[in-house]
Structures are given as structure tokens and as C-alpha cells.
């Protein structure tokens, strides 16, 4: 499975990208803010976004996500280590493929994926 990593913490998207390529996932790029995501989910076509909620320039996760499911409808895993109420409400809407929690754990990581994957890469 391809992936596109959104997260503007650079720490936090390396670590994300060791712990997805040491379970065997393909990470195709990453990418900070919501502009960047689209153009790179628009370019590498992944199967699957790890979206974080807040990302660099101020930009929204979720908002990203919903233009990257509606423009090329892939499907978005959100990660977060925090969540407004408005922010869930919005998340709740999208019908995500998953939530995770930060920081992630390996064993979450690999269940949250393979459950998206067979939610919706296999339909």
C-alpha cells in the first residue's frame, strides 16, 4: 500500500515514515500543509493519506482531506494528539478511513491501516 504522509512536525513525519516502511507500506512522499498534500496526493496517486489535523501555514487536515477524497478520492488515516469539537464534528463527517492517537505505536498503526485497507481499497 502506498502512502502519503501530511504532517508539518518533521520529527514526527520521519518517525511515521520508519515505522510504515520497517511494516513493509510504501511511503511515496511527505508533505506539510494542505496545498502541498493535494498536489502531491494528486501526484504520486497513494493509496491511502496519514493526514495530521493541524498542519504548517495554518492549514486544516481535514479540510485537505476532504479535497483530496472528492477531487481523487483517496481516503484519509487522521492522526492527532489533540481535537477541538468542531474539529471532530468536521472529522466525523469525512467518515475517515481511521483515527490515531499521537504519539502512534507500531501495533495501532499496522490495525488502523489494514482495517482502511479493507474499508476501502478493496470495495
Do not use: W
Amino acid at each position: 500500500m502506498r502512502v502519503l504522509i501530511v504532517e508539518d512536525e518533521a520529527i514526527l513525519a520521519m518517525d511515521l515514515e520508519i515505522l510504515l516502511v520497517e511494516q513493509g507500506y510504501d511511503v511515496c512522499d511527505v508533505a506539510r500543509d494542505a496545498d502541498e498534500a493535494l498536489m502531491k496526493a494528486a501526484l504520486h496517486r497513494p493509496d491511502i493519506t496519514l493526514m495530521d489535523i493541524r498542519l504548517a501555514h495554518g492549514t486544516n487536515g481535514i479540510d485537505a482531506a476532504k479535497r483530496i477524497r472528492d477531487m481523487l478520492g483517496i481516503p484519509s488515516v487522521f492522526v492527532t494528539g489533540n481535537m477541538t469539537r468542531s474539529q471532530m464534528e468536521a472529522l466525523c463527517s469525512l467518515n475517515p478511513a481511521g483515527v490515531l492517537s499521537k504519539p502512534v505505536g507500531p501495533a495501532c498503526l499496522q490495525t488502523v491501516l489494514r482495517r482502511a485497507a479493507d474499508r476501502h481499497l478493496t470495495a
